[in-house]
């Protein structure tokens, strides 16, 4: 058995033994449990794809005369202004005022919150606008100015929702196409779409969040962050595998960082026809081995993670909770699965080939001594659900 | 016989020519085309796949030429930014021809391969990173 300090103290003399998520498996094929356990430090995981519930806190400073802003825009994208004076809140699904979103379905949706996060890492210089009804210490009431990120005083992300454990893979089994946030389907069950780095995805090897907690560091967009809190829709409680691989959503992560210090490659504004637009983001999570029963959960394979298919036409829309079937993900990427006896073609949203690219971003950190874990303070919650909204009648 | 993807760009007055008939009758052409507009008084275009002995083709395409019309042999009018595409694989189930497929199983890279492209333009709908883009 390892600790965190040990394994720190590895990784600072730059003689920590590092694998990503993929690596592992052969690895661990190849010399048994026991001894690699004990060769082996830390595992890379990693994800690419669409975080929808992400967004960050922008401090604008404070300008001459002094406003208090109670609305803003950036590059005409409304940035919530109800924080405080100078600070606001921009979410990565907020559309561009005026945009006629779904009025001519399918809604284009090609431009909105994300796209003002890439624009912002990416270092591009944007259009604030921001309004106030007027103080006697805050007189301004209307302003435009200029801006980019190394204006900003702070601009932190906060996701109150990323790293979803496993996902849902969307199908349309009506005679209609549709537009959802997992890609457009195809009337008739022509294409499903899933969306999850499988053996590479972090709470995939992690499945019972033994190392994953409140506090660990994270490897978000290129800036070194930190899992905040459990990512809300949390539900450890789920259906999983003799693995304990949930066979559904399951966990979540609230994640930061500062946006200051990310690659703007893992920041992408994402624009879905007739849903909305999104961000994408790389996030990579290291997994200190600190006993042969953390590193067997690392070994996870895609054959053995399964996916439930779920029409999207009116299961998912109406929550029915019905699963058509189950796919493992090594099925999914051969790119074409029958489902109810029919052929049917795979997308996906969630990008393997950079999840690799990160998670071998991750190792490289680590082993050069540059990314040090940290041991989360609180455990994820074991046994929770995620709770439906009731729609009542009554306030009483 | 070879095939050759071309992309003919038509100056504003040049398209009262029956062009296409000319390379089919006397040069002996097989012509595919993907894509076109080509409106009177307005700049035009065609995307094609021109078959025939490679004699003919130059031939022909000379032939075009004497029309003020330009001919690019490497023409695809659907642009792929491999800066933009993250490789998630969203256009898969879309494309008809798999010019967007998946390069290499083990790390999932998608790439482009123009000369299967038959410019139906899913792509430029479906790709939520706006990777793919049409030149007109």
């Known amino acids: 058995m390892k600790s965190y300090e040990e394994i720190n103290a590895k990784i600072e003399s730059k003689k920590a033994v590092v694998l990503t998520a993929e690596e592992v498996i052969d690895y661990v094929e190849k010399k048994g449990l026991e001894a690699a356990a004990k060769e082996v430090d830390v595992v890379t995981t990693a994800t690419f794809g669409p975080m929808c519930s992400s967004g960050c806190f922008l401090n604008f400073g404070h300008s001459k005369p002094r406003i208090r802003i109670t609305q803003a825009w950036i590059d005409d994208v409304e940035a919530y202004g109800g924080v405080a004076a100078a600070d606001v809140y921009l979410g990565a699904t907020q559309l561009r005022r005026n945009d006629p979103a779904n009025l001519y379905y399918p809604g284009e949706f090609r431009y909105g919150g994300g796209y003002v996060i890439e624009k912002l890492v990416a270092g591009e210089r944007l259009e604030l606008h921001a309004v106030s009804y007027g103080t006697d210490d805050y007189p301004l009431r209307e302003l435009r100015t200029w801006f980019t990120i190394k204006d900003l005083n702070q601009a932190i992300m906060v996701n109150p929702r990323n790293c979803y454990q496993n996902y849902n893979v969307a199908i349309n089994c009506s005679d209609r196409t549709l537009h959802t946030y997992l890609g457009v389907l195809r009337p008739g069950m022509q294409n499903l779409t899933y969306s999850s780095a499988g053996q590479l995805s972090p709470l995939l090897n992690d499945p019972l969040y033994e190392t994953i907690g409140v506090g660990t560091s994270v490897w978000l967009a290129g800036a070194r962050g930190h899992v905040h809190s459990e990512g809300t829709q949390f539900a450890s409680i789920a259906e999983r595998g003799p693995n304990d691989v949930p066979m559904e959503g399951a966990g979540t992560l609230g994640l930061t960082a500062n946006m200051k210090e990310m690659k703007p490659r893992y920041v992408r504004g994402i624009s879905l026809i007739g849903y909305g637009v999104s961000l994408a983001l790389g996030v990579g999570i290291p997994i200190p081995i600190l006993g042969p029963h953390i590193l067997k959960r690392t070994t996870v394979r895609d054959s053995e993670i399964f996916a439930s298919v779920i029409d999207y036409s009116s299961d998912y829309p109406n929550r029915t909770g019905k699963v058509l079937c189950r796919l493992s993900y090594e099925e999914l990427r051969k790119g074409e699965v029958v489902v109810s006896g029919k052929k049917v073609q795979v997308g996906s949203m969630s990008s393997y080939a950079m999840a690799l690219e990160v998670a071998s971003a991750l190792r490289d950190e680590i082993k050069r001594g540059d990314f040090l874990l940290s041991k989360p303070y609180k455990r994820l919650p074991p046994s929770q659900s995620q709770k439906p909204l009731v729609i009542r009648e009554k306030r009483k | ?136």
């Open chain 2, 1 to 136: 016989m070879s095939t050759k993807r071309m992309m003919l760009s038509f100056p504003k007055s040049e398209t009262e020519k029956p062009i296409v008939y000319h390379l089919v009758k006397d040069y002996d052409l097989v012509i595919n085309i993907f894509r076109a507009k080509v409106t009177p008084e307005e700049y035009g275009y065609l995307v094609l796949d021109v078959s025939g002995s490679d004699d003919n083709i130059k031939r022909g395409m000379d032939f075009v030429r004497t029309f003020n019309v330009e001919v690019d042999e490497a023409g695809v009018g659907v642009a792929w930014d491999a800066q933009r595409c993250t490789h998630c694989g969203s256009c898969l189930p879309h494309c008809p021809t798999k010019a967007l497929r998946i390069v290499d199983p083990k790390t999932r890279v998608v790439g482009f391969f123009p000369s299967d492209c038959v410019e139906c333009l899913a792509c430029i709908t479906y790709c939520p990173f706006g990777a793919c883009s049409s030149l007109f």
